[in-house]
């Protein structure tokens, strides 16, 4: 069965805190990893990761692809209060047709 | 405007009633999605569409149906509401590009 995990559930930093989040998935037909941040209601897209694309940066954010551990971490430097979200991950496969498997996903709270 | 929109956006209902929740979308995506999230675990897959002719079931569709009515809309029905159907559920569309974009969800209580 295929199933993407992620950790910690949740987490509390203070301002100014660098904080990694994980990933980790078993999925037959790997496609694509998305990682998404859902402060209110609609998650909004950060990054897609895939084979050709390990890496990808934006500010203070940062993601890489661990193919051969088959995870997956999202990198926050100098973590503001607006950080506080959950942040999402999602697997894309095509096992029997395409889908995508999301995680539970990252409570994150910062701190002022 | 939003691109991705969902109607309504919060709804009461009791058991047994039928419910349909509307999406529409100004992207110009042809693959739209269904999903329900819970809390604790997740967004979770319950129909998804590639085009206006073709339908699939998620790893959730029972006691769900949907309907592609045009490359922009795609609509969820209950048919007989029952109360663990009480979620928040979102619409989501993907082009070529795998990236999602998600409607801002519809809050459903059923009673």
Redesign the interface.
Known sequence: EDKVVQSPLSLVVHEGDTVTLNCSYEVTNF??L?WYKQEK?????LF?LTSSGIEKKSGRLSSILDKKELSSILNITATQTGDSAIY?C?V?TTSG?????????TRLKVLA | DADVTQTPRNRITKTGKRIMLECSQTKGHDRM?W?RQDP??????IY?S?DVKDI?K?EISDGYSVSRQAQAKFSLSLESAIPNQTA?Y?CATSGV?????????TRLLVL
Do not use: D, W
């Not at chain 2, 590009?97 to 969800?105: D, H, L």
């Open positions: 496609r694509s998305l209601k609609a998650p909004t897209f897609m999402l999602a894309g047709t395409y889908k995508y498997i999301f995680g539970t996903g | 999605y999903y604790g675990l997740g967004l979770r897959l998804y590639f699939n998620g928040l979102f590009v795998e990236t999602q974009y998600f409607g801002p969800g």
